[in-house]
């Protein structure tokens, strides 16, 4: 979660969505004139959670979708870099090369 919370303040304090999510989705203002109270914290507690979870989910997707790309040029670096000691450590072995002491 601590590794999220970026995205959950970008997510949810992001100015042109701010508005549309806190009036349009959760209706917070039109919910804070008309409820009790008790039951508009109630109501705060679960907004609050829908967006926190759901902001989380929105992240480790995203960072699954954009961090396969990476994952898959280090493996192919990793395979060439593997093939470029091996053909360094036969040259090597051919050549009889030494260094010097």
Do not use: C
Request: charged share 15%.
């Amino acid at each position: 979660m601590g590794s999220s919370a970026v995205a959950i303040y970008l997510i949810q304090d992001y100015e042109p969505f701010h508005n549309t999510l806190w009036q349009n989705i959760f209706h917070v203002r039109d919910f804070a004139n008309t409820m009790a109270t008790p039951a508009f914290i109630g109501y705060s507690f679960f907004v609050t959670a829908v967006i926190v979870i759901g902001a989380i989910l929105i992240d480790k997707l995203l960072r699954y979708i954009l961090m396969r790309p990476s994952q898959v040029l280090l493996a192919l670096e990793m395979l060439a870099t593997r093939y470029v000691t091996r053909g360094f450590k036969k040259l090597i072995k051919v050549t009889g090369y030494q260094p010097e002491p």
